[in-house]
T-cell receptor, first 114, second 113 residues
Framework: DTEVTQTPKHLVMGMTNKKSLKCEQHMGHRAMYWYKQKAKKPPELMFVYSYEKLSINESVPSRFSPECPNSSLLNLHLHALQPEDSALYLC?????????????FGPGTRLTVL | QQQVKQSPQSLIVQKGGISIINCAYENTAFDYFPWYQQFPGKGPALLIAIRPDVSEKKEGRFTISFNKSAKQFSLHIMDSQPGDSATYFCAAGEGGGADGLTFGKGTHLIIQP
């Protein structure tokens, strides 16, 4: 099973709201990732968690706050977003293997900021 | 700075033909080169990947060709089918991809019946 699940599938929020995106995998993977994908654009890396510790933050604004409560779960807390933050937010996970780290992506959360 | 350049932006191929998508990279620290397929409303799905110590890798109808000296790699889809119509992304990563991936801009592939 190579499934990464994400909830919710769709989210509409106002600029003053606080919401969270959730990602879950049960493949025993020890690395988890958040990517942002705008329409007709490639995914862009936001955060990397390795063994539940934040290892990479690609200069993402503080209105995005990641959290990794355990090795299976990854959250992305959203606060005071802007309309330009509307995008597909993708979660991925990988095994943290000795040679290559195949990343498996979830279906994404389609976020609209009004 | 665009670290992975992908071409063409869009491609139309007749059913049964060969689809070819090319990518070039600049960062010599990249050591992992996957290709992803994405359908509308879905997350990217891994098709095939290669390491720089191999010049070619084939899985079914999909083949990656890799030229380390030119810093280029390409995806060939043999016997292209309408079900292959999707957006294809090349990507590259350091540390076997463990530190995340940098994606090309994508190729919108249409296979005409």
């Amino acid at each position: 099973d190579t499934e990464v699940t994400q909830t919710p599938k769709h989210l509409v929020m106002g600029m003053t709201n606080k919401k969270s995106l959730k990602c879950e995998q049960h493949m025993g993977h020890r690395a988890m990732y958040w990517y942002k994908q705008k329409a007709k654009k490639p995914p862009e890396l936001m955060f990397v968690y390795s063994y539940e510790k934040l290892s990479i933050n690609e200069s993402v604004p503080s209105r995005f706050s990641p959290e990794c409560p355990n090795s299976s779960l990854l959250n992305l807390h959203l606060h005071a977003l802007q309309p330009e933050d509307s995008a597909l937010y993708l979660c991925a996970s990988s095994q943290r293997g000795p040679s290559t780290d195949t990343q498996y992506f979830g279906p994404g959360t389609r976020l609209t900021v009004l | 700075q665009q670290q992975v350049k992908q071409s063409p932006q869009s491609l139309i191929v007749q059913k049964g033909g060969i689809s070819i998508i090319n990518c070039a990279y600049e960062n010599t620290a990249f050591d992992y080169f996957p290709w992803y397929q994405q359908f509308p409303g879905k997350g990217p799905a891994l098709l095939i990947a290669i390491r720089p110590d191999v010049s070619e890798k084939k899985e079914g109808r999909f083949t990656i060709s890799f030229n380390k000296s030119a810093k280029q790699f390409s995806l060939h889809i043999m016997d292209s089918q309408p079900g292959d119509s999707a957006t294809y992304f090349c990507a590259a990563g350091e540390g076997g991809g463990a530190d995340g991936l940098t994606f090309g801009k994508g190729t919108h592939l249409i296979i005409q019946p």
